[in-house]
């Protein structure tokens, strides 16, 4: 892991990612992601880059740390790239497709991703309507609209303004991916291992609502 670039990146990663939380516990940051979930529910918004950002700038800026904190990977996948010469590399998984993958073919994969997409949120939608309570409902109907145009261009914006994929990706898919894939062969073992390195990079997130619970 040490050659391919992995172990660096990695540690760089949960590095970044305990700074923060470490920084909420040294300065009065205020409970921050508590207060985040109280003003999407009162703005019946929904998290992502631009109603986090919002909140941040009106109530708490210390919430924009979690712009750090989700842009860990990404960052980390930067410095490492850059201190072993492959940012050129790294910034090419911008790309569209790469091959062998035609684009041909990229279309045909985006568009199964983009209907197993709407199909879910479809999914979603209708139990939230039959089996959700009527306040549940409309808070949902505030965040992505009441006509089907308006649902469905929130479900195509959802996709690029969401704080996880969009910060968090080009470490995870655009570093950390390409070698594992390289280092197993086999896309599935590489996938349940990154899989593994991600929740694991998330406890440190995790740390002060477990103290928490545990001096309660």
Do not use: C
Not at 42 to 56: C, D, K, M, Q
Not at 141 to 167: K, M, Q, Y
């Amino acid at each position: 892991m040490r050659r391919s670039g992995l172990l660096p990146f990695y540690l760089l990663a949960v590095g970044i990612a305990s700074a923060v939380v470490i920084l909420g516990f040294v300065f009065p940051t205020g409970h921050v992601l508590a207060d985040l979930y109280r003003y999407l529910v009162e703005h019946t918004r929904y998290a992502n880059v631009l109603s986090i950002g919002r909140f941040a700038a009106e109530v708490n800026p210390w919430a924009f740390f979690i712009f750090v904190f989700a842009a860990a990977p990404s960052l980390a996948a930067l410095i490492v790239s850059v201190a072993r010469g492959e940012l050129s590399d790294l910034l090419g998984r911008f790309r569209p497709y790469l091959p062998p993958v035609s684009a041909a073919g990229a279309i045909r994969i985006y568009s199964v991703v983009f209907l197993a997409h709407l199909t879910i949120s479809a999914i979603y939608l209708y139990v939230a309507g039959t089996q959700g309570t009527p306040a549940e409902w409309q808070r949902i109907v505030g965040a992505v609209g009441e006509t089907p145009l308006i649902v469905l261009s929130s479900a195509l914006r959802g996709g690029f303004i969401d704080e996880g994929g969009l910060l968090e990706e080009l470490g995870w898919r655009g570093y950390a991916l390409p070698r594992l894939l390289g280092r197993y062969g086999d896309p599935l073992k590489a996938s349940l291992v990154l899989g593994a390195l991600w929740w694991a990079w998330h406890l440190p997130r995790e740390v002060p609502g477990l103290l928490a619970q545990g001096v309660s």
